[in-house]
């Protein structure tokens, strides 16, 4: 059995599901509430591959939210996920993505250290943070979209927000070795980081937001905010791609310029309807098919039965993995959503 474990994008967010659901009780209740709320599975999940094989899977609610981080409520968002881990392993789930901000919490407060969640001891080996299929389907609508858009990436810039991130620079070592992208364009705050990648691809610009955005073709967002950012269409070159990745997303602005393409990065398509509710609830346009390409690598991974951590760690994902899950991604029946016509 496969197990996702996600959260919603904001209070506003969560209120109103819980309203949707049928938890009245929730859906008034502010962040003090889902600080101690514990986690839950909501969902049962059938999937069926283009293979025919069908397996099962649990979607865990760890009842975090983007506010507590950005309101410093470290013990309650580090709790959360832990807690979630525990809930899955508790379930009997073999292989479980950590969605969203899950992986990224694990990491940045060294989760590894707390193994013991009450009476469950955490097999670290049965998670895996989806890192790899999310780069890789990035990757893919990078050089998929282009082509759409007619935008030929050996004379184009691609800027990537977050570059030294997990995905970030997965996404950059994808590019620089697998396509013939004329200029890279790295983009985070901590400049010794941008130094150390920019060293290790043997190329890229370092450079802020601002500068960055203009010269770019292409904008990979990969960065972990728990608040999108504006920025202004006509500031852009036309066409320019937006492939936004992050959960929440990293634009806020709902981008309305005829030359300006948004497509929604580290989502796949499957080619048959997956029996779910749950992503209605995080507004996927075709809830049926559609769902977080680190969601899918859980499911790949069951398919497969391979349980062991395949994405784990930080800047660890190389080009041959992408590739591998890629195979599989392709072998089940996943596609990388692109844009539709408009
Ligand atoms: P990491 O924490 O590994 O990396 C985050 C990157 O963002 C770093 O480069 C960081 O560098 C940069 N960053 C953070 N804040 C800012 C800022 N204000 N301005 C510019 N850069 C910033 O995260 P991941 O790679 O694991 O995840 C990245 C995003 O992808 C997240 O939003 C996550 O939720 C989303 N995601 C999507 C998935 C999907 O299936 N679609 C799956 C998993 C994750 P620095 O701190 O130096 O600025």
């Known amino acids: 059995m496969f197990g996702l474990i996600g959260h919603l994008t904001s209070l506003a967010h969560a209120q109103s599901v819980a309203r949707d659901l049928g938890y009245p009780e929730y859906a008034d209740q502010g962040l003090d509430f889902w600080c101690s709320a514990p986690p839950q599975i909501v969902d049962n999940i059938t999937v069926t591959s283009a293979t025919g094989q069908t397996i099962e899977g649990r979607y865990v609610e760890s009842c975090f939210l983007p506010e507590m981080l950005a309101s410093r409520r470290i013990k309650a968002a580090t709790r959360k996920i832990l807690n979630a881990m525990a809930h899955a392993q508790k379930h009997g789930i073999n292989i479980t993505a950590l969605g969203g901000f899950s992986s990224i919490i694990f990491e940045n407060f060294n989760l590894q250290q707390f193994e013991q969640v009450r009476n469950i001891k955490l097999e670290f080996e049965r998670f895996t943070t989806g890192n790899t299929h999310t780069a890789y389907i990035i990757s893919q609508q990078v050089e998929q979209a282009s082509k759409q858009l007619g935008i030929n990436l050996s004379k184009s810039t691609v800027a990537v927000?977050?570059?030294?991130?997990?995905?970030?620079?997965?996404?950059?070592?994808?590019?620089?070795?697998?396509?013939?992208?004329?200029?890279?364009?790295?983009?985070?705050?901590?400049?010794?980081?941008?130094?150390?990648?920019?060293?290790?691809?043997?190329?890229?610009?370092?450079?802020?937001?601002?500068?960055?955005?203009?010269q770019?073709?292409?904008?990979?967002?990969?960065?972990?905010?728990?608040?999108?950012?504006?920025?202004?269409?006509?500031?852009?070159?036309?066409?320019?791609?937006?492939?936004?990745?992050?959960?929440?997303?990293?634009?806020?602005?709902?981008?309305?310029?005829?030359?300006?393409?948004?497509?929604?990065?580290?989502?796949?398509?499957?080619?048959?309807?997956?029996?779910?509710?749950?992503?209605?609830?995080?507004?996927?346009d075709v809830p049926a098919r559609q769902l977080f390409a680190c969601f899918a690598e859980s499911m790949l991974l069951e398919f497969e039965k391979i349980y062991t951590n395949f994405s784990w760690g930080r800047n660890q994902i190389s080009v041959q993995k992408m590739a591998m899950i890629g195979e599989w991604s392709i072998k089940h029946g996943f596609q990388p959503l692109l844009l539709q016509p408009r």
């Open 161 to 214: 927000c977050g570059a030294t991130g997990d995905i970030g620079s997965a996404v950059c070592r994808w590019l620089n070795s697998r396509t013939d992208v004329a200029e890279l364009l790295l983009i985070a705050r901590d400049r010794e980081r941008l130094r150390l990648l920019q060293e290790d691809l043997g190329r890229g610009k370092i450079m802020g937001l601002e500068e960055a955005l203009p």
């Open 216 to 284: 770019a073709d292409i904008v990979v967002w990969v960065a972990s905010m728990p608040k999108g950012v504006q920025i202004d269409a006509n500031s852009l070159k036309h066409p320019c791609l937006l492939v936004d990745g992050g959960y929440p997303k990293n634009l806020e602005t709902q981008v309305q310029h005829p030359e300006v393409f948004v497509l929604k990065g580290g989502i796949v398509e499957h080619t048959l309807d997956i029996d779910w509710r749950i992503m209605q609830i995080v507004s996927m």
